[in-house]
């Protein structure tokens, strides 16, 4: 048997940085896929089969409330949110009731609803500021008809603004 010397590399070595490579890529492997399962179930409905049934019901409800040529504007600065709502001809239309959901697109940690304020020249507002970032935006006004004037959108809010 040969003796070697303190610098030579052996399979020793070898097989030590192959484990050590790999047992890197397990262990980041296995942390990511830990702290995605805690972050995000995926959930996303309840039951997909009911939902993919009623798409045509909303598409038709959709279709009936763009008929009314209705615009609304949502705007959020100063430490409050304010909506109004106007018919065709750029009237208000004073609904009785507003509320606003903040969703994340891929959170529902930071979820919240906020109920809006009328004011007299029937807009409405509420004094709050969402944080920061990209936010899916539902909003539901109560104008007397048979189900609200609803509205989603996706913004972004940079240092307390919409964007």
Known sequence: MTRRGNGTFTG???????VAFFGTIIAVNLTMAMVAGRSWTGFVVKNSYVASQEF???AEQGRAQAAL???SSLTIGSGEIRYRLADASGATVAPSAVTVTFRRPAYDGEDKVIAMQRR???TFRAPETPRDGIWIVETDAEVGRDLPYREVSRI???AGELE
């Open 69 to 71: 040529g209705w615009h």
């Open 156 to 158: 972004v809010v940079t």
């Open 120 to 122: 007299a020249d029937g």
């Open 56 to 58: 045509n019901r909303k």
């Open 12 to 18: 020793r070595h070898m097989l030590a940085i192959v």
